[in-house]
T-cell receptor, first 108, second 112 residues
Framework: GENVEQHPSTLSVQEGDSAVIKCTYS??????FPWYKQELGKGPQLIID???NVGEKKDQRIAVTLNKTAKHFSLHITETQPEDSAVYFC???????WGAGTKLIIKP | KAGVTQTPRYLIKTRGQQVTLSCSPI?????VSWYQQTPGQGLQFLFE???????NKGNFPGRFSGRQFSNSRSEMNVSTLELGDSALYLC???????????FGSGTRLTVV
């Protein structure tokens, strides 16, 4: 069946540095690639998304890149801040399959 | 505008009982989907409704069921509860299926 692999499972970065999380998928039919952020005690929150006709999308410190040929999409966070600490999930929207999540830790 | 509202926030049930969880979507959203979140299995899709019709169903046993009302509010029901059903159940709504989900804070179900 369809699958999505998310890496790394845990990422610890110094405040101010960049963080990159990657999801690799097998379903060629997917055309929408969102990223969600989940803080403790809350539901996931959509932070950025991209459609398959675009290679990159940026929103302030957050960006998503998509490589449809290689079947992966990545979340990039620059100038990380303490409030970026959370669990991040990618979603393969066509099949509603979630990545396993990445726990991002921002070290002061 | 109000977000996605899930009730109750916390629930404790005994094995064998049944439970009904409620989700009120954002006004104007006609698509509602449900997810189970556990530390071991992560986020798993349960089912999705759009305009009162179930569009998609995840790989869960028939004990898990849901429905959507004409006002887009949705309920999910779990019968004959098992210990393994203990989880955070999340509801999400969107204007159309598969795009731009907004999640509620979830219902934490504990089965004892």
């Amino acid at each position: 069946g369809e699958n999505v692999e998310q890496h790394p499972s845990t990422l610890s970065v110094q405040e101010g540095d960049s963080a990159v999380i990657k999801c690799t998928y097998s379903d060629s039919a997917s055309n929408y690639f969102p990223w969600y952020k989940q803080e403790l005690g809350k539901g996931p929150q959509l932070i950025i998304d991209i459609r398959s006709n675009v290679g990159e999308k940026k929103d302030q410190r957050i960006a998503v890149t998509l490589n449809k040929t290689a079947k992966h999409f990545s979340l990039h966070i620059t100038e990380t801040q303490p409030e970026d600490s959370a669990v991040y999930f990618c979603l393969l929207s066509g099949q509603l399959i979630w990545g396993a999540g990445t726990k991002l830790i921002i070290k002061p | 505008k109000a977000g996605v509202t899930q009730t109750p926030r916390y629930l404790i049930k005994t094995r064998g009982q049944q439970v009904t969880l409620s989700c009120s979507p954002i006004s104007g959203h006609r698509s509602v989907s449900w997810y189970q979140q556990t530390p071991g299995q992560g986020l798993q899709f349960l089912f999705e409704y759009f305009s009162e019709t179930q569009r998609n169903k995840g790989n869960f046993p028939g004990r898990f069921s849901g429905r959507q009302f004409s006002n887009s509010r949705s309920e999910m029901n779990v019968s004959t509860l098992e210990l393994g059903d203990s989880a955070l159940y999340l509801c999400a709504s969107s204007l159309e299926p598969n795009y731009g989900y907004t999640f509620g804070s979830g219902t934490r179900l504990t089965v004892v």
